[in-house]
């Protein structure tokens, strides 16, 4: 499995759209790897996960076939996570020469019905009949084209907009967990990893406090909470010690830029994400 991160800041972007602190304002300075755009994933060549207002910008940075896309997995409708509005431009005159005119996407009743809401005026009936949608059930599987996903509840946002966090897994076993956007996550989450039949081969740990320590109190975590839980996940098997651990999903209030969070890292044990990192699995 080739595991690509995409974007990798929370929703504002780092540096921010409208923001001069000085940590925007170094990331600005420093460039490379300080420039993170809004949280996207592409599993392979044909699984991506989440819509962000940045999606264009990724084609263009790195050069992707979007229309290879036939699965796309939704996390939950905060704006750097879904963008509705760029399916409308899917299909009919607007693409041509499509590897898959065909898109299947999974998410929440609420994120289908919040597309119709801000989109379904501007699709013709053709797009929208190429879209397939699939609403998910907390905890039950679906079968994704050659993988299989299961969505677990984040603790993140409101329950009238369920957000999921994901346990991917292919055709050869290889599996990943993306838990973005999440908080310390609910004893049903617990039980799910402990069920696994085998530890996860790369798990993307929500860091969006950066060097805050929310004390797992909040619907984000920072590097002390995440080393918290990726010290408890070991303990029940979900990660061991081939298990690749990301920390991912940045923003300038944690206050840590990519080397001094590469740094940190190293001493807790943790991989840090960037716009653009691939990791072969
Ligand atoms: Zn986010
Ligand atoms: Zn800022
Ligand atoms: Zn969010």
Redesign the pocket.
Known sequence: MKFMYLGTAAAEGW??VF???D??KEAERLGGKDIRTRAQALINDDLLIDLPPDTYMHKLRHGLDLTKVQHLLITHCHMDHFYPQELSVRGSGYSHNMASPDLHIYCAQETKDFFYRCSGWELDEASDEAMHWHILTLFETVQAGPYRVTPLPAHHMSSEHQPFIYHIEDADGVSVLYLHDSGYYAPEVWTYFKSMKKSADLVSFDTTCGEIDTHCGGGHLGLPDVVRVRDEMKAIGAIDAHTRCIANHFS?NGHLLHNQLVEAGKLLGLDISYDGKIIEL
């Open positions: 540096p921010a923001c001069q602190c940590f925007c300038h």
